[in-house]
């Protein structure tokens, strides 16, 4: 006789304990885009200095990156439902201490803490879909409801931002995310399970240092490297974090219960699926932030503008997750891979037509093409990652995957902000117009925003030919990062679309 399993289908508790989960997720993104609104009256305030203002703005991403395997991994060794509410109090704690931050030192403090209490809530609420939700259709849709979440935070971020900055003080930004974390912590004990795994061992305080100090430092070097390009920082940040990597590595395989087990890495979904997502957000992420300073930039909008702009990128995407969700189950995984970055390599095709006079319209639809294929792919990655672990490591597995998400991204940044950089340069430094003083010419064939802001301060026409001819070599420097995407793009969705091909058995 052959027997049949059923899996049980969540019901109303479920779905609202998954409205409790996306809410959170949606805030740790968005916390990282409201700032940047809040830093010209923030400055006037608290007085940073530079170090300082970088340091304001950074923190919270190093934190949350260096943080995220050791916050997972203690989730499924205390459970996950008790780490999250520790998360959500520690987050609103953290926001009222921002929000009213009375010198600078105490705001990166604050901003510290809201990454150290974002890196616990990433992976807890992952995981605890993973656990809620059994049914593989049913789970696949409650995680695109979460990635969409994260999207709609970074896209609605600057729209919040922007209305509470015309209306209140900086600080009011860190509050939005109090009344949520409120709501968590009274309905997350009624809606949402607890789940740990019984048979894990003590935590490895050494794998958690090197973890940290490994993230940290590839963080930092990135980061670096997008500001500086190749200078000893950035090299020997990068240097010593891959070395910090090795060793958290080699301790791993001697442990015998380590913080995070390699053998994950055997499994074809989970290793090709983390690869994927890994480039994905490479390029998804490198080219909004690239997107974003040519339509405030070159286009000339605000930031509260470019953020209404924003939004056909994420709606469109968005859609995309969804209807990529049905598609998979009828013609696999594999296909919506190849397919959705055969679709992105299209939008950076479009991209690669820009120049400095290309409308508004030319780079939404571009921008929008790219969302509509890389979402979906992100969404099916994070769940192929949480999927392929066994449920008692769900919590490790939902880390890593969004630790490669924040290295990705700030891998996306260095990278293609790099190129367009070199590009940038090579052509201002052969068309700076006539009339810029000798002491400007560093300055304006360095940056874009450099070279507009000297432009301001030159006379009429001279000021006007120096801004258009660094708008211009901006646009040229975009299109060809986006003509360098198209093949590479085409080539993974050709490898994924193989190797994955097997996973899915279809």
């Known amino acids: 006789m052959v027997s049949t399993q059923v899996t049980a289908r969540a019901g109303a508790r479920e779905w609202i304990g998954l409205a409790a989960l996306a809410l959170p997720a949606m805030l740790v993104i968005m916390d990282m885009s409201v700032l940047h609104l809040a830093l010209p009256t923030l400055s006037r305030d608290l007085a ?77 609420t992952l995981s605890l879909i993973s656990a809620m939700f059994q049914d593989a259709g049913q789970r696949a849709f409650a995680i695109t409801v979460w990635m969409t979440s994260f999207m709609v935070g970074g896209a609605v971020g600057p729209l919040v931002g922007g209305v509470l900055l015309e209306f209140f003080w900086w600080g009011s930004v860190f509050l939005v995310a109090v009344p949520v974390m409120a709501f968590l912590l009274v309905a997350g004990p009624l809606v949402l399970p607890e789940v740990r795994n019984p048979d894990a061992g003590r935590l490895d305080v050494m794998s958690a240092a090197l973890s940290l100090a490994g993230i940290l430092l590839v963080v930092l070097g990135l980061k670096e ?20 990597g090795y060793l958290f590595v080699a301790r791993q395989r001697r442990l015998t219960n380590p913080l995070l087990d390699l053998g994950l890495f055997a499994n074809r979904g989970f290793s090709v699926s983390l690869g994927t997502l890994t480039l994905t957000v490479v390029f998804m992420l490198g080219s909004q932030f690239l997107v974003s300073q040519y339509i405030q930039m070159v286009v000339g909008l605000d930031p509260l503008e470019s953020a209404v702009w924003s939004l056909p990128m994420v709606l469109g995407g968005t859609l995309a997750m969804f209807i990529a969700q049905g598609v998979a189950g009828q013609v696999g995984k594999a296909a919506v891979f190849g397919a959705g970055l055969t679709v992105a390599a299209i939008g950076f095709a479009v991209l690669s037509r820009l120049d400095g006079t290309s409308g508004i319209g030319h780079v939404v639809t ?44 700030a891998l996306g940044i260095a990278l293609l902000g790099s190129f367009l950089n070199v590009a940038y340069h090579r052509r201002m430094a052969e068309a700076v117009p006539e009339g810029i003083p000798a002491s400007d010419r560093a300055t304006v064939t360095d940056t874009l925003p450099g070279a507009l802001e000297t432009a301001a301060g030159l006379p009429g026409d001279v000021g006007a030919a120096l801004a258009g001819t660094a708008r211009e070599a901006f646009a040229e420097g975009l299109a060809l990062v986006a003509l360098g995407a198209v093949p590479v793009l085409l080539a993974l969705a050709v490898t994924a679309t193989v190797l994955l091909r097997k996973v899915d058995g279809k």
């Open 225 to 244: 490297f997008a500001k500086e390009g190749f200078d000893w920082l950035a090299l020997l940040a990068l240097a010593a974090g891959l070395v910090t």
């Open 48 to 124: 940073p200095s530079g170090s300082q203002l970088l340091w304001i703005t950074d923190v919270y991403g190093f934190v949350i990156a260096g943080s995220m395997i050791t916050m997972g991994t203690l989730g499924d060794r205390i459970g996950r439902r008790r780490m999250l509410l520790i998360g959500a109090a520690a987050f609103a704690v953290a926001s009222v201490l921002a929000a009213y931050a009375p010198t600078a030192e105490t705001l990166i403090a604050a901003r510290a803490l809201l990454g150290l209490a974002g890196a616990v809530l990433g992976p807890s």
């Open 366 to 409: 571009g921008s929008t093409l790219l969302f509509i294929g890389l979402m979906p792919v992100s969404s099916l990655g994070i769940g192929m990652i949480v999927d392929a672990a066994p449920p008692e490591q769900a919590g490790s597995a939902a880390a890593v995957g969004e630790t490669t998400q924040e290295l990705g991204g």
